[in-house]
């Protein structure tokens, strides 16, 4: 059974830093396109970052470029999302999620970052 | 990137259809049949639904439908169900290994 799962959120102050993970289970992790979609509070989703099978390539949604990092450790079927200057509508649930044909079969329960003073 | 326009709600009786529309442009949805339907129940992570325009991954039922015109790509959901009552979401591949998802609609049956 694929399973993702997120760890890493929290409250953190305008400007902070702030580091997600996802442990991904249940599939080779090595094989698949991996992506951080976030949803914030009472509103609707939004795809923040994709990573390719070896890390080679990464894309980010504009609003975040320069400030987040997408990664990856397959040797530890892991994802990671470096947050830097974070800023109050980065405020959100991140879910971590398996890509295929442009779509996300898998998804994780999401971790929820507050960025507020 | 601006996100793709849904109705905010739909609403209907059990048993009936809905159509669900997802509005784009020629740089997302009128360009690419890569639009996809995830559901979701409150609290909970998206399900996919429908990917490639019109594909079921696999335990989702055929109930649930998808298609595309031009720039405007729709879900159908016939039979309504109680469990269909939940927040829907279309997104679209938008070239340069970016995607736009909608604005969702909440589907109530009454």
């Known amino acids: 059974e694929v399973q993702l799962v997120e760890s890493g959120g929290g409250l953190v102050q305008p400007g902070g830093s702030l580091r997600l993970s996802c442990a991904a289970s249940?599939?080779?992790?090595?094989?698949?396109?991996m992506s951080w979609v976030r949803q914030t509070p009472g509103k609707g989703l939004e795809w923040v970052a994709n990573i390719k099978q070896d890390g080679s390539e990464k894309y980010y949604v504009h609003s975040v470029k320069g400030r987040f990092t997408i990664s990856r450790d397959n040797a530890k079927s892991s994802l990671y999302l470096q947050m830097n200057s974070l800023r109050a509508e980065d405020t959100a649930v991140y879910f971590c999620?398996?890509?295929?044909?442009?779509?996300?079969?898998?998804w994780g329960q999401g971790t929820l970052v507050t960025v507020s003073s | 990137q601006s996100a793709l326009t849904q109705p905010a709600s739909v609403s209907g009786s059990p048993g009936q259809s809905i159509t669900i529309s997802c509005t784009g442009t020629s740089s997302d949805v009128g360009s690419y049949n890569l639009v996809s339907w995830y559901q979701q129940h409150p609290g909970k992570a998206p399900k996919l639904m429908i990917y490639?325009?019109?594909k079921w991954p696999s335990g989702v039922s055929n109930r649930f439908s998808g298609s595309k015109s031009g720039t405007t790509a729709s879900l159908t959901i016939s039979g309504l169900q109680a469990e269909d009552e939940a927040d829907y979401y279309c997104c679209s591949y938008a070239g340069s290994n970016t995607y736009v998802f909608g604005t969702g609609t909440k589907v109530t049956v009454l």
């Open positions: 490639e325009v019109s």
């Open positions: 999620a398996r890509a295929a044909s442009s779509s996300w079969f898998h």
């Open positions: 249940g599939f080779t992790f090595s094989s698949y396109w």
